[in-house]
């Protein structure tokens, strides 16, 4: 994972938000010593922990007030980094995708293109749970090279060969609030943190006040990448900075609401 689109610039019962680290054993950036971690217990994921989801705890109609996924809902960005300008469209599609942990998710479809022709097509796949965090279970995709496909390396699905689910975007987040957005081990290890809520954003599409940021980190790119990410009130995802291990950034410039 993840830029705004839940990838791109390097390439989202009671379940409290009130991740107090020690009471997972984790700095919030590595392996846990602790076994399974229950959905509906005190903590968030993090590091490598093993979850245990209930279907029935979860829905495909993700209300979460700041990334409502609607079917039919779709983000148009542009991503620059140097010389490069991207563009990426993330569109909230009808059909759901049963996941290998029996959790049933939206599938929303991302696509990356540079001068009309495909670098990335991605179907990411998100559930909400009973008391509003949205889940991040995994994605299909693939890279084109010269206008075909050329790899599907990243691709994970929560449940199979130890990858496991992760928070995309907490009930309530809160300044300091840390959680594991994936764990692929080797693969997808993305975790993020809770910077502030009250940020002011423009973008091409519009300013926005009262907007999450996010400090998200891929601690497998080479040197590591952290991004800090911006969510605006019943919008989402409207831009993204490269911090480290990048510099490009990615902006709204249109939203559909589904």
Not at 101 to 121: F, I, L, W
Not at 131 to 139: F, I, M, R
Not at 232 to 239: D, E, F, I, L, S
Request: charged share 25%; aromatic share 8%; glycine share 12%.
């Amino acid at each position: 994972m993840r830029g705004l689109s839940t990838k791109k610039l390097s390439a989202v019962g009671a379940l409290a938000l009130t991740l107090a680290l020690a009471a997972c054993g984790d700095d919030g950036n590595g392996d846990s010593e602790g076994g399974d971690a229950a959905a509906g217990t005190s903590t968030l994921p993090a590091g490598s922990d093993r979850v245990s989801l209930d279907p029935a705890e979860f829905t495909t109609e993700i209300t979460n007030r700041f990334w409502p996924m609607k079917p039919g809902s779709r983000w148009v960005y542009r991503e620059t980094d140097g010389d490069t300008v991207q563009r990426v469209v993330v569109t909230v599609t009808d059909r759901t995708k049963r996941i290998a942990n029996g959790v049933t998710a939206r599938v929303v479809h991302d696509v990356v293109s540079e001068d009309g022709e495909p670098v990335e097509v991605t179907d990411d796949w998100y559930a909400q749970d009973a008391d509003g965090n949205v889940w991040y279970l995994g994605e299909a995709t693939t890279e084109y090279e010269n206008g075909k496909p050329a790899s599907t390396e990243g691709s994970f699905e929560a449940g199979v060969d130890g990858a496991e689910a992760g928070v995309i975007m907490p009930a309530d987040p809160q300044p300091g609030v840390a959680y594991r957005q994936e764990f692929y081990e080797g693969e997808a290890e993305d975790f993020a943190k809770v910077l502030a809520l009250d940020q002011q954003v423009t973008v091409p599409f519009g300013s926005f006040d009262g907007v999450l940021q996010t400090e998200d980190t891929n601690p497998l790119a080479d040197p590591p990448q952290v991004e800090h990410k911006f969510f605006a009130p019943g919008t989402g995802p409207v831009k993204v900075i490269g911090v480290s291990g990048g510099g490009g950034q990615e902006v709204l410039v249109s939203y559909t609401k589904g």
